[in-house]
Nanobody, 126 residues
Framework: QVQLLESGGGLAQPGGSLRLSCAASGFRFASFAMSWARQAPGKGLEWVSGLYSDGSDPDYADSVKGRFTISRDNAKNTLYLQMNSLKPEDTALYFC???????????????????WGQGTQVTVSS
């Protein structure tokens, strides 16, 4: 069964840090580009960061650039998102997604992703 399972969310203070994980199963994780996206209350899904299958070509939304770092461990079938200098506006449900066809850019519709996890909640508040 193809599955993505996010974890690591929680409550953080402004300026704090969290590390999200996305455990993949049921497919060859090392063959796929992956991304993180988020959905804030009352808003649509927003792409956050993406990474090519071999760990190259990290890309970030302007809103998180310089604060978030995406990485992956293909031996552990896991995608990560290190989030530093958190802001209240980072509060959202965070999802990881699998991109079946990577064409050199993550500037693509989110509909191009074929699998999403169930999400992990991140709340940034004092």
């Amino acid at each position: 069964q193809v599955q993505l399972l996010e974890s690591g969310g929680g409550l953080a203070q402004p300026g704090g840090s969290l590390r999200l994980s996305c455990a993949a199963s049921g497919f060859r994780f090392a063959s796929f580009a992956m991304s993180w996206a988020r959905q804030a209350p009352g808003k649509g899904l927003e792409w956050v960061s993406g990474l090519y299958s071999d760990g190259s070509d990290p890309d970030y939304a302007d809103s998180v650039k310089g604060r978030f770092t995406i990485s992956r461990d293909n031996a552990k079938n896991t995608l990560y998102l290190q989030m530093n200098s958190l802001k209240p506006e980072d509060t959202a449900l965070y999802f990881c997604g699998r991109l079946p066809y990577y064409r050199g850019t993550f500037d693509i519709p989110l509909d191009d992703y074929d699998i999403w996890g169930q999400g992990t909640q991140v709340t940034v508040s004092s």
